[in-house]
């Protein structure tokens, strides 16, 4: 039996589908963003976050958006911890579901719900 490098049984190729672990992903050739576009990445969120004036979105469309992103195959965190492998995005999900104007960069469209419901900043 094939074994990723995270160690569990190769079960199909792609990222590993019982931890979704980085080195199943890389093993699979679709590896996520580097370090230095990933901090491109978002601190150009963080920028477009700033200028909408820090809008958050309410506890169910954060909870509605973690688990698309735990669901997702471009997923290579855990499911309490998803981490996007989008070349546009590689962020950890955990804080970027809370900013209201970000959007899902997946190609086949995005995986959040529309509209996103905006709630009061802390």
Do not use: F
């Not at 792609?14 to 980085?22: D, I, K």
């Not at 901090?39 to 809008?55: D, Y």
């Amino acid at each position: 039996m094939t074994r990723l490098p995270c160690g569990h049984p190769e079960i199909k190729p792609g990222p590993c589908p019982l931890c979704r672990h980085e080195g199943a992903v890389r093993a699979a050739g679709l590896a996520p963003p580097g370090l230095a576009q990933k901090a491109l990445n978002l601190a150009r969120a963080a920028i477009r976050h700033a200028a909408a004036g820090l809008p958050r979105v309410d506890e169910a469309t954060y909870r509605a958006r973690l688990a698309a992103c735990a669901a997702c195959e471009m997923n290579y965190g855990t499911a309490e911890h998803p981490k996007c492998r989008h070349p546009d995005c590689g962020c950890r999900m955990t804080v970027k579901c809370w900013w209201a104007e970000q959007k899902c960069p997946h190609p086949g469209g995005s995986r959040w719900e529309l509209p996103v419901r905006q709630g009061a900043n802390p």
